[in-house]
């Protein structure tokens, strides 16, 4: 795994074996970030990442000049592991949190540019969850929302759908506030 673009381009990732993710691949995310370059302006963005896993989009943010990002999961690995990357590459405007997502759903006391979600798709509150967000207050008004998924989930009947994209089995969905 690799940073694709900007001020840690072509860093690598090595994160642990133990770690419980399902990073997205460096294609999607290649493709993902190419999609979010031509539709807003990443500098200066403050960005969430939910069910960060290894942090790669996170770091991809950080990278392409995000102001700021947040990345929250549940693992204690995986924060411990963005945590050493955080150090050892001196990124100061990365904040790491270890929560259970739906949990923080309740106590959102902060809005965001852009909200990206991966959370695991076998959870049965996964085909609510873009209202969850959305209602917590996460998403700045005129903010995004994106979802990772497989393609077993389809949102195009959500008021704040905007659009859908699909690499190879990575599946993508954006959301309007």
């Known amino acids: 795994m690799r940073i694709i673009s ?6 690598r990732l090595s994160p642990p074996a133990n770690i419980k993710a399902r990073p997205t691949t460096d ?14 302006d990443i500098h200066g963005a403050d960005v969430l990442d939910l069910f960060s896993g290894t942090g790669a989009i996170s770091l991809e943010f950080i ?3 995000a102001n700021s990002a947040t990345a929250i999961d549940v693992e204690y690995l995986s924060k411990k592991f963005l945590d050493g990357i955080k150090k050892e590459w001196e990124i100061d405007n990365l904040k790491t949190v270890k929560a259970d997502v739906f949990k923080l759903l309740k106590k959102a006391d902060r809005s965001f540019d852009i909200v990206f979600a991966d959370p695991p798709y076998a959870d049965p509150r996964f085909p609510e969850l873009p209202d969850m967000i959305f209602d917590s207050g996460w998403v700045k ?13 389809n949102f195009e009947s959500n008021l704040r759908f905007q659009s859908h994209r699909q690499y190879s089995s990575v599946n993508f969905s954006f959301f309007r506030n």
């Open 141 to 153: 008004q005129d903010g995004l929302l994106i979802l990772e998924h497989g393609s077993e989930h």
């Open 63 to 65: 990278s392409r000049g």
């Open 6 to 11: 900007g001020k840690y381009k072509g860093r």
């Open 27 to 40: 294609m999607a995310r290649e493709a993902l970030f190419n999609v979010l370059q031509n539709e807003l």
